[in-house]
């Protein structure tokens, strides 16, 4: 094809316009399964009264013994690896460089030195930084001028990830932003997990927000506002969550990820049942599992919940794709499901209700399930039964509580026998007709 000069000239100049779109990406490699960790937001807040309350305060002695939790009491080893530093951790004011510095009286070692002992304990270290001019808890902020020599700065301090916050920024400077932090952590060479608030300050949906290019700047990302320490502010979450959905489920994927914030099993405001309600919600929604909670007395019921290994590998699952809600009844029961890798996948039954468990009866046909058997194991009450596509069956779930489920099809051997050298077509496929 015959192509004038001035053809040429603009497809160079389209190619040239296109470069820096290249360099923005984020190539880090890190969090091809939702990040797991430890943060301090939601149980210790901005206390930095540590004369009067020493064990609480945000100060280096609260990461060490949540480092040290971490480490010997069964936690690293099931992938909750993040030590994380929220907000009210830095000075009120940059040192001679102009560079961000803890707090000397909190944080006498510094951070460095304390992603150092993090490091130790075969840890990671994430950090929080803003936007704006100011933190949301009024500390200094990383504006636009300032990207550069903070990102430079937690890349010297070895720090693994950076929460990054919004208050005090406006939407011009946000779209500037967190691309920018994005290429300046790329450019220290350090991987660092990029987390990012800016679609929860622009309200978490297309048009303003653009999920496509957040896939490709950061890791994972708030798309919602703070969650509370109540059963409230959990349906809160999971309202929005499941009923935008549509708009979230494409932009999660390996590597990044829909953050619907800290998991407060632990604290003070949620029981048993609704504990076990937000881990089973939070695997189907492949988030990121930030406990906020204090690991030096959480109770041996709220540990067992966190330390539940098949709710863990369900929210771990390599595939990264993230479940939805399948049905909503009248009667306040809803089903969500999610598909795993290796033909697997989970359900979880729900109950809004206030009154008493509820005996929910559907089938696996019902939840559009492919013809076959399954093997369907119970992740909080680990037992397993086997059923066919087409039998009824009944759960019990609790008020605010969930039946969780891993779905595997039995193994496929025996049936193969009478089916040598082929493909039996009876083998049994978790995903439900209606995604294929
Ligand atoms: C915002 C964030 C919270 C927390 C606080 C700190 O509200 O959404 O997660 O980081 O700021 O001030």
């Known amino acids: ?108 070692g510094g951070i460095h030195k304390l992603a150092r002992y993090v490091h130790d304990r075969g840890l990671k270290l994430g950090i929080y930084g803003d936007m704006g001019t100011h933190t949301c808890g009024g500390y200094p902020g990383t504006p636009l001028d300032k990207i550069k020599i903070d990102a430079q700065t937690f890349a010297d301090w070895e720090v693994d990830m950076l929460k990054y916050d919004g208050c005090y920024s406006n939407v011009t400077e946000q779209e500037q932003g967190y691309p920018l932090m994005s290429e300046a952590l790329n450019a220290t060479g350090r991987p660092i997990g990029y987390s990012c608030s800016w679609p929860a300050y622009q309200g978490g949906l297309p048009p303003k927000v653009n999920y496509t290019q957040l896939g490709k700047i950061c890791n994972l990302w708030r798309n919602y506002g703070d969650i509370q320490d109540s059963w409230d502010s959990v349906l809160n ?133 492919t013809t076959g058997s399954y093997k369907a194991f119970d992740v909080f009450a680990e037992k397993t039964v086997m059923l066919k596509d087409s039998t009824d069956f009944v759960v019990s779930v609790n008020p605010s509580g969930v039946v969780m489920w891993y779905l595997s099809a039995p193994a496929k051997r025996h049936l193969r026998q009478f089916y040598k050298g082929g493909r039996s077509r009876d083998e049994g496929n978790a995903i439900p007709s209606f995604i294929l």
């Open 1 to 108: 094809m015959f192509v004038s000069s001035a053809g040429m000239h603009v497809a160079v100049l389209l190619f040239a316009a296109a470069l820096p779109l290249t360099t923005v990406a984020l190539d880090n490699g890190l969090m091809k399964t939702p990040p797991m960790g430890w943060l301090a937001w939601e149980r210790f807040r901005c206390d930095v009264d540590c004369e009067h309350d020493p064990k609480n305060c945000i100060s280096e002695n609260l990461f060490i013994d949540m480092a040290d939790r971490l480490a010997e009491d069964g936690w690293k080893e099931l992938g909750y690896v993040y030590v994380n530093i929220d907000d009210c951790w830095s000075s009120m004011d940059r040192d001679k460089e102009g560079r961000l510095q803890s707090d000397p009286k909190r944080f006498p």
């Open 237 to 369: 979450v999971i309202d929005w969550f499941f009923n935008n959905q549509e708009v979230l489920i494409p932009a999660a994927g390996p590597g990044r990820w829909n953050d619907p914030d800290m998991l407060l099993i632990g604290d003070f405001g949620l029981s048993m049942d609704q504990s076990r309600a937000q881990m089973a919600l939070w695997a189907i929604m492949a988030a990121p599992l930030f406990m906020s909670n204090d690991l030096r007395t959480i109770s041996s019921g709220a540990r067992s919940i966190l330390q539940n290994k098949m709710a863990i590998t369900i929210n771990q699952d390599p595939m990264g794709i993230q479940g939805r809600r399948i049905v909503k009844e009248k009667n306040g029961i809803e089903v969500f499901w999610r598909p795993l890798s290796s033909n697997a996948s989970a359900l979880v039954f729900f109950s809004r209700r206030k009154d008493m468990p509820f005996r929910y009866q559907t089938s696996l046909s019902k939840l559009n399930y």
